[in-house]
C-alpha cells in the first residue's frame, strides 16, 4: 500500500465534514469518543479565528458584519463548536458512559473559558455596542436579536472592570464545573440503588406489569427473584401498590437521601457552594441577588410578583389540599392494623391516595395500562398534531440513532412539505438521566441563501418498558408526560424564524412552559382518547364509563399536587433570594423555606435539594415558579379551544401562528395576547381544578 492509499484509509473526523445524510441529520453511527476532543479543540479555533476577524474588520461596525454573521450563517466556517457542543451534550444526559463523565470534566472548564474569552473580549463588544447605539433600520426580529445580543453580553460580564471581570471568570468557571459534576453525581446514586426481593409474599399488592419488569430487570442483572430501581417506572408503582410498608419506606428514604451519604457522590456542599456562586456572579454584575438578575429576563420581571403568584395560590388552594391529606390519613388510620403505625407518613401516600382514588372513582392506574399500549399512543399523540395542525409522522429507520431504542420520524407539514425530523427515546437504561425533556440537534432557522434550514427535535423520557409477556404498556401519567414534552417538540418543530437563536423554545424560561402544558389538557379529553385508547389484547376501544372516570377524577389531589409545585418554587426562591452569604445548613434550611406550602409531615433526615436538577443543573434557578406561571396560561389558552372545540383548526392555526411559530421574536405577552386578545387571569386554573365552581 503506498503512501497516498494509506492516508485514504485513514477515518475521518465526521464532525469536519459535510454529513451527507437525509436531512442533514447526525451520523450517529459513524461518531467515536475520541471525535469529540479533537472537534471541541478545533472549534474553539475556528471560534477564535472568527472572532479576530470581526474585530479587526476595518470597516465600520455594523449590524450585518458584527451581529448575524455568525447567528445568520450557522452553517459556517466556524459552527464545529456549536455541532459538536450539541451532540455531546445531549448524549451526556441520554447515553452516557464513565469514558463519557471522564471527558465532560475535562473539557467543561476549557469551553467556559472559552465562552468567557468571547464574553469578556473588549474590542468584540464595542463593536456590538457600537451598532447597539447607531444601526440602520431594522425588522422587529433583527432589533430582538440585537438587544438580545448587547444584553447577553453586558450580563455575562461585558460592562465590568478588568479585575472584576477576572473574578466573573473564576466564579462562573467554577459554577459550571460544579453543576456538571451535581447531575454526575445524581446519576451514579440513582443508577447505584436497586431493592432485590427473593420473596414472593413481599410482592403483595403489587400489579402484574410491575412483578413483570421487575423479573425482567433482575434477569437482566443475573439475580433471582425480582429488583425494584428508582427509575420511575418501577418506583412509582412500587410506592403506590406495595402492601409492604417497611418496603416502601426503604424504598421512599433511598429516593430522598441519595446525594446527602458521606461517599463522592455527596451533593450538600455542591449546592451550598452554587448558591453562593450564583450570589456572587448576581451581585458582581450588579443585581442584590441571583433572583433579581434572573428575572430581569422573565415575563415575571420582580421577584415580588413571583411571590404573588405563590402566595395566592397557596391561599386558593392550601384548605382544599389539608382536606385531601386529611381525608387520606383517615384511611390509612383506619386501615392500619397497629394504630400507632397509623400516622400517615410520606412512604404511605401514594399507597393511600390510590386506595381513596379506588374508593371514590373506581379507578385505577392498572384499569387504563392495557388502553395505552406505546404504538397507540405514540399514534394518538401524532394523530393529535395532524388533527390540529395537519401535520404527518413517518417513520424512518433510514436515520441515524444513538441508541436502538430511539425511534427517528420525519415530520411534513399540511401540504407535504419537509418540517422537521423528531427523534423519541422512551425507556429508561442504566446511561440516563432521569425525568424527560425535549432538546435539538439542529435548531431553525433561515439562511442567507432564504433557505428555510428545518429543526431536529428529540424527546427523551422514561417510560414503562415491555416486558417479556406484554408491550409497553403506560400510565394515564406517562401519557400527560408524553404530551408536554411533545408540546415542547411542537415549539420546535413550528419553529419559522430568521435567527437560530430566537427560533423554537428560545424564550422567556416562564413562557416556555406553555406549549407543553397546553397539550396536557387533552389527556381527559373524550374526544382525544377515542381516536387511540383502544385494548392491547381485544382491540376494543376504552369504555365510555371509563371515560367518565377519568374526567370525574381529573381534579383529584389537583390541590396536593398544586401544592407540591408551590413548595418547589419557594425552596427555588429561598435560595436564590438571599442577600448574604449562605451559611444554613441545607436540610433544615430546606425544611422551613417551603413549610407553609406543606401539608405532610416533614422528615429530617431526607433532601430534596440535592436532587434538584431543575435548579442546581438545569437552568430553573430562580426559575422553578415558571410551571405554576405557565399554568396559568395554558388554562386560559385551552378555554378558548374549549369554547370553539378542542380540535378546531382555526383556533389551533393562530396558536401556531402567535407562539408555536414565533419562538422569541417578540415578548411573551405581546405573543399570547395576540392569541388570546387579552392578558390571562387565574380563573381559568382555580375553574380547571374544581377551586372555583363554574356558573351555570
Sequence with gaps: MNEREQETTVRKNPFFEPYNTLHDVVPFDKIRLEDYEEAFMEGIRRDNEQIEKTINDPDKPTFDNTIINKDEDPDGYYDLLS??????????????????????????????????????NKRLFERIKAVHLHHRRLTPEEKRLLDDTYEGFARSGALLSDEDKEKLRKLSEEASMLSLQFSQNLLKEEKAYSLHITDEHDLDGLPETAREAAAMTAKE??????????????????????????????????????????????????????????????????????????????????????????????????????????????????????????????????????????????????????????????????????????????????????????????????????????????????????????????????????????????????????????????????????????????????????????????????????????????????????????????????????????????????????????????????????????????????????AKAMVLPQLTDTCMTVQFSHIMAGGYAAGYYSYKWAEVLDADAFSVFKKNGIFDRKTAQRFRDCILSKGGTEHPMTLYKNFRGSEPTIDALLKRNGIKKVKD
Design 83 to 120: 455541532r459538536v457542543s450539541t451532540v455531546f451534550f445531549n448524549l451526556l444526559s441520554a447515553e452516557t458512559n464513565d469514558e463519557m463523565d471522564a471527558l465532560a470534566q475535562k473539557l467543561q472548564p476549557i469551553l467556559t473559558q472559552h465562552a468567557n474569552d468571547m464574553r469578556l
Design 221 to 594: 442483572q443475573g439475580k433471582e427473584g425480582w429488583v425494584f430501581t428508582l427509575d420511575h417506572p418501577s418506583y412509582g408503582p412500587f410506592m403506590t401498590y406495595a402492601n409492604n410498608r417497611e418496603l416502601r419506606k426503604q424504598m421512599y428514604m433511598a429516593k430522598n437521601t441519595v446525594c446527602i451519604k458521606d461517599n463522592t457522590e455527596n451533593n450538600l456542599d455542591i449546592c451550598k457552594r452554587l448558591i453562593n456562586l450564583r450570589r456572587e456572579i448576581a451581585q458582581l454584575l450588579g443585581s442584590k441577588t441571583y433572583a433579581d438578575h434572573v428575572l430581569k429576563h422573565r415575563m415575571a420581571s420582580k421577584t415580588r410578583n413571583v411571590y404573588n403568584l405563590l402566595d395566592s395560590l397557596i391561599k386558593a388552594y392550601k384548605p382544599t389540599a389539608k382536606k385531601e391529606v386529611e381525608e387520606i390519613a383517615k384511611m390509612a388510620l383506619k386501615d392500619a392494623k397497629d394504630k400507632k403505625a397509623g400516622n400517615l407518613q410520606p412512604w404511605d401516600f401514594s399507597y393511600y391516595s390510590h386506595k381513596l382514588q379506588l374508593k371514590k372513582y373506581n379507578l385505577d392506574a392498572e384499569m387504563l395500562r392495557p388502553y395505552f399500549e406505546l404504538s397507540k399512543v405514540i399514534g394518538g399523540v401524532f394523530g393529535l398534531a395532524t388533527k390540529l395542525y395537519g401535520i404527518t409522522f413517518k417513520e424512518n429507520k433510514e436515520i441515524p440513532v444513538y441508541h436502538p431504542d430511539v425511534k427517528a420520524y420525519e415530520v411534513f407539514d399540511e401540504d407535504g412539505s419537509y418540517l422537521a425530523v423528531l427523534y423519541a427515546d422512551f425507556h429508561p437504561r442504566k446511561g440516563k438521566q432521569g425525568g424527560a425533556w425535549m432538546t435539538e440537534y439542529q435548531g431553525q432557522w433561515i439562511d442567507r441563501k432564504g433557505v428555510n434550514v428545518r429543526p431536529h427535535v428529540s424527546l427523551v423520557m422514561n417510560f414503562s418498558k415491555p416486558t417479556e409477556e406484554k408491550p409497553a404498556l403506560l400510565t394515564l401519567g406517562e401519557v400527560e408526560t408524553f404530551l408536554h414534552e411533545f408540546g415542547h417538540a411542537l415549539h420546535g418543530i413550528f419553529a419559522n424564524t430568521r435567527f437560530s437563536s430566537l427560533s423554537g423554545t428560545n424564550v422567556y424560561w416562564d413562557f416556555v412552559e406553555l406549549p407543553s402544558q397546553f397539550m396536557e389538557n387533552y389527556a381527559v379529553e373524550k374526544e382525544f382518547l377515542r381516536t387511540f385508547a383502544f385494548h392491547y389484547e381485544t382491540g376494543e376501544p376504552i369504555p365510555d364509563d371509563l371515560i367518565k372516570r377519568i374526567v370525574k377524577s381529573r381534579n383529584f389531589m389537583a390541590a396536593y399536587g398544586c401544592m407540591r409545585q408551590v413548595s418547589f418554587g419557594l425552596l427555588d426562591m429561598a435560595y436564590y433570594t438571599k442577600k448574604d452569604e449562605f451559611t444554613d445548613d441545607i436540610i433544615p434550611f430546606e425544611k422551613k423555606a417551603w
